[in-house]
């Protein structure tokens, strides 16, 4: 017999899914061989014990229990299946009804955070107080802009901002009073922290994890789907030795025409006396290939996402601006870059004797990883051989850090 504990994790699982789009509500759609639910419950039974109660939508709470006794094991006595209201909070709600009476400590987790480490969970449990409530955040890191339709109007500042992960903590007593006088109002929160910080309670914050982001979109559960694949990737070396990260491989292509305004930018470089390229930024197609292959190795999107016309603040920008973030983009989901190789395709600009000193600065860029770069020309072949622009052809090698 388990002792009683002290914690209760609501599992939050009663949402529909529709950005999602995955023909079943959103926590019984399958990242791999398991559910986003069970994905979310083995990360919850593996950190300390607790209470676990899932809130399930109407109509799926055989489908809930199921997964609830496949991830607890031995814990199966310590977890339930309540049914979801029409809205998150009324959901919340009803797990909170579910509650034993010894409970002291709340975590409310949205199961589509499924990848939360259970480091992390133990972290949030541990944080709270009886007076305050605790959340996981990160650092925004993009540039933040505030704007009307099309116009850009003001940067924000994001030093005072972050983003909010699950699960959130607080002291039970608070929680259910909050929750009381949030009923009473009739007022929808977007959060717990937030309905919590309406009853005049305080939220503090500890760091969360990148791994903990929220599966809304196909996108994001492609993500999901890649780093759980990556998460079993070892190889075993045939000497003796610990098991090793398996490398990861990203391919990265782009092609700009001449025909821009100012210089040419390409390898890093400044080419005075050649016809420029097109494009958002300054045209760099090398440094644009290498972007894509780097972050596509670490399945975080790709150029477009990070860099395009949405992002008006990379408008002319050059590659030292674009592979030092994506270095950072990289470094924050926890990979590190271990060398990249270029192809680019035209007649001009006669490459050979710029080689070293283009390399040099790609890789300065990338926080000193070994970049290599060769030129060739398609003997006339295709646009490229007929002088109209310039393709790029590039492989980066990435590893876990």
Do not use: C
Not at 280 to 298: K, M, Q, T
């Amino acid at each position: 017999m388990l002792p009683v504990p002290r914690t209760a994790i609501i599992v939050v699982a009663a949402g529909s899914g529709t950005r999602l789009s995955g023909g079943a509500p959103k926590a019984f759609v399958g990242i791999d061989s398991r559910s986003i639910l069970r994905h979310a419950l083995d990360g919850v039974f593996a950190a300390a014990p607790a209470q676990v109660v899932v809130v399930a939508p109407a109509g799926f709470e055989g489908d809930a229990e199921s997964e609830l006794l496949a991830a607890a094991a031995d814990r199966a006595e310590l977890g339930r299946v309540v049914t979801g209201g029409g809205t998150r909070q009324e959901s919340v709600a009803a797990g909170l009804a579910a509650l034993w009476g010894d409970v002291e400590v709340v975590l409310v987790h949205d199961a589509a955070r499924a990848l939360t480490p259970p480091a992390v969970i133990d972290a949030i449990a541990g944080a709270v107080t009886r007076e305050s409530g605790v959340i996981p955040t990160l650092p925004v890191v993009d540039t933040l802009k505030r704007v009307t339709d099309r116009e850009v109007l003001t940067a924000v500042d994001r030093s005072e901002l972050a983003a909010a992960q699950t699960p959130q903590g607080f002291p039970r007593a608070l929680l259910e009073a909050a929750y009381a006088s949030a009923r009473e109002s009739g007022i929808e929160y977007t959060d717990d922290a937030a309905l919590f910080a309406a009853a005049g309670h305080v939220v503090t914050r500890i760091d969360g994890s990148e791994r903990g982001f929220k599966i809304t979109t196909p996108s994001d559960l492609e993500r999901a789907r890649l780093l759980l694949g990556r998460r079993d990737a070892v190889v075993t070396p045939a000497i003796t030795g610990p098991a090793v990260p398996l490398p990861l491989v990203g391919l990265g292509t782009d092609a700009h025409a001449f025909g821009g305004e100012g210089v040419l930018w390409l390898a890093g470089l400044e080419w005075p006396g050649e016809q420029p390229l097109s494009g958002h930024s300054d045209g760099d197609a090398v440094a644009h290939a290498i972007v894509d292959a780097l972050l596509g190795a670490a399945g975080l999107g790709d150029i477009g996402e990070h860099f395009g016309t949405s992002h008006p603040e990379y408008a002319g920008a050059h590659a030292d601006v674009f592979l030092a973030r994506t270095r950072e983009i990289l470094t924050e989901a926890g990979y590190a870059i271990g060398n990249v190789s270029v192809q680019f395709q035209a007649n001009r600009p006669r490459f050979s004797s710029r080689r070293a000193e283009a390399q040099q600065s790609l890789s300065t860029a990338l926080g000193g990883a070994p970049v290599s770069v060769t030129a060739t020309t398609t003997d006339g072949l295709g646009f490229p051989g007929r002088g109209e622009g310039v393709a790029v052809t590039a492989v980066a090698l990435i590893h876990r850090i």
